[in-house]
């Protein structure tokens, strides 16, 4: 039962996606940042458990990741309906998650399973979307931040999103047409093997 406490802390942060939206839509800030900042502290707490007692499971490997995603997703979407995020910013970071999830399902299908590591770039995005969200929520909620600082952390994650968008890209093309000569060079092999049996 205790190696599935990861994964049930998991699951509880997911359940917050619903409480989290509710606040947004009511445009209540302050109470956003600390479900937000719940939801943080059960990520370090799961991983934590699950690295320092190797409680690690293939399900947990699949939720913790979509738990993270679904609630910086949901509250950049509140954030962008609440006209205090730019669509366009949106519309970047959810292009470049579909690029990702996309490129991952047709190299799958095509070539077979890949176990897919996030890059430095991708890990740097990610926390930047991050700091974006919580700087946001602290803006508007709590503490009104400075105006360059604001810019400044809007700018990096414009940049960053771009540029992991177009490396996995990048990396996604590479493999595949690596993979596909060397499955081709390994059927060519085969069939002249094969002719000169005969």
């Known amino acids: 039962m205790l190696q599935q406490l990861p994964n049930i802390i998991t699951v509880l942060r997911i359940l917050l996606v ?4 509710y606040v947004l839509a009511k445009e209540d800030y302050y109470t956003a ?3 937000f900042f719940i939801a943080g502290l059960s990520d370090g707490v799961d991983g934590f ?14 939720l ?6 679904l609630l910086l997703v949901s509250t950049m979407l509140m954030l962008s309906l609440n006209q205090q995020l ?9 292009l470049r998650d579909l690029i990702i999830v996309s490129g991952a399902i047709v190299y799958h299908r095509a070539l077979g399973p ?3 590591q996030p890059s430095r770039l991708s890990k740097s995005n990610t926390f930047l979307q991050i700091l974006l969200v919580v700087s946001l929520l602290v803006n508007l909620g709590l503490y009104t931040l400075p105006h360059w600082y604001m810019l400044a952390v809007l ?5 960053s999103t771009f540029l992991s968008g177009a490396h ?9 047409r690596r993979n596909s000569s060397r499955r081709n060079s390994s059927r060519r092999n085969k069939i002249t093997k094969d002719t000169n049996n005969d």
């Open 18 to 21: 619903g409480p989290l939206i």
């Open 33 to 35: 940042i600390w479900i």
């Open 49 to 62: 458990l699950a690295k320092q007692f190797n409680w690690k499971s293939r399900l947990g490997a699949i």
């Open 64 to 69: 913790d990741p979509l738990a993270d995603k």
């Open 86 to 94: 730019s669509w366009w910013l949106f519309a970047l970071v959810t």
């Open 114 to 116: 890949y176990e897919m």
């Open 155 to 159: 700018v990096l994650v414009y940049v």
């Open 168 to 176: 996995y890209i990048m990396l996604w093309g590479g493999r595949y």
